[in-house]
């Protein structure tokens, strides 16, 4: 099953970062030695409508939907911004200076998932 919701169009970034994930042991073991969290995160489409998707970087290296459980950060913004965040296009610090990324949690593990992101960024074109 995938990860994608249709009313959520950058929710496909999901399927590519759990491919990432899944493409090599090693690449998924990397990835959690740098992450050592989990991620949630938490976007808000034009309807005004939310959904929750996470990255576990903490034990498994999975993707899945919901907050999972305990999330060490969750970050929430719009599906716009998220795509333009996992596409390149915008920088994680300057959405959250603006307002427009929100951050409950270990801030500083926020900026563990960059080089996830760029991973998939790679694997997928998003």
């Known amino acids: 099953m995938g990860l994608k919701n249709d009313k959520f169009p950058s929710s496909a970034a999901f399927d590519a970062i759990n491919e990432a994930l899944n493409s090599s042991d090693a690449d998924r073991k990397d990835a959690i030695k740098q992450g050592n969290a989990v991620f949630a995160f938490t976007l808000k489409n034009k309807a005004g409508e939310t959904e929750s998707w996470h990255i576990d970087l903490k034990e498994k290296g999975t993707v899945g ?62």
């Open 65 to 126: 939907t919901g907050t999972g459980a305990k999330p060490t950060v969750t970050l929430s913004l719009s599906d716009e911004d998220f795509s333009k965040l996992v596409s390149g296009q915008a920088n994680a610090q300057r959405l959250f200076m603006s307002g427009k990324l929100k951050i409950k949690g270990d801030v500083m593990k926020a900026t563990k998932l960059e080089p996830v992101l760029k991973k998939a960024q790679t694997k997928a074109k998003l």
